[in-house]
């Protein structure tokens, strides 16, 4: 495999993935209150979005990248 071709495969399959589930989220935990012996902690969850044009960008890319090896090999 060259790497076109795993490149292309990388780029179809990011693709499809952000096509499929449109981001991803991740938690993070912080300190509420401290005060002497009295810690509360909260737990928060960010959402980073992917817009499906980059989904689709990336899987246009992939098949594109797919069908140029395909004709100049």
Do not use: C, N, W
């Not at 071709?5 to 401290?34: P, W």
């Amino acid at each position: 495999m060259t790497t076109k071709t795993i490149l292309a495969i990388l780029l179809i399959a990011l693709g499809a993935v952000a096509l499929v589930y449109q981001g991803f989220s991740y938690k993070t935990k912080e300190k509420a209150v401290d005060f002497g012996p009295l810690e509360i902690i909260t737990e928060q969850t960010h959402t980073v979005p992917l817009p499906p044009l980059i989904g689709a960008i990336a899987l246009i890319s992939g098949l594109g990248l797919l069908v140029l090896k395909g004709r100049h090999a």
